[in-house]
């Protein structure tokens, strides 16, 4: 079945960056996403990958900052983070779907543990 491991967050000040990795050891699903939930607020999508076009799907808070992309050889999605703000920090969840809308949270069946990514200024 379907099991998401998600790798790579930290600690880094604002104007870094770091890569989230999200290794699916279970068959792709059509629609991959990344997530993110801050203290106090609703979890929120931030990117997305759909596996048979290739193409990747962005909100506008992080458009021309982050970048999605996957590894098909390992079953991997990553989400480089560049320019990171302090608004960008929380516990990032990487989702896989077998379809639809690729920001909205019903859309996905399953779920990582979450990374922590914190950004200080």
């Known amino acids: 079945g379907q099991q998401l491991v998600e790798s790579g967050g930290g600690s880094v000040q604002a104007g870094g960056s770091l890569t989230l990795s999200c290794r699916n050891s279970?068959?792709?699903?059509?629609?991959t996403g990344w997530f993110r939930q801050s203290e106090g607020k609703e979890r929120e999508a931030v990117a997305a990958?759909?596996?048979?076009?290739?193409?990747?799907r962005y909100a506008n808070s992080v458009k021309d900052r982050f970048n999605i992309s996957r590894d098909s050889a390992k079953n991997t999605v990553h989400l480089q983070m560049n320019n990171l703000k302090p608004e960008d920090t929380g516990m990032y969840y990487c989702?896989?779907?077998?379809?639809?809308?690729?920001?909205?949270?019903?859309?996905?069946?399953?779920w990582g543990q979450g990374t922590q990514v914190t950004v200080s200024s």
């Open positions: 279970g068959p792709s699903l059509r629609l």
């Open positions: 989702a896989a779907s077998y379809g639809g809308s690729w920001d909205q949270i019903r859309a996905y069946t399953h």
């Open positions: 990958w759909y596996t048979n076009s290739g193409t990747p």
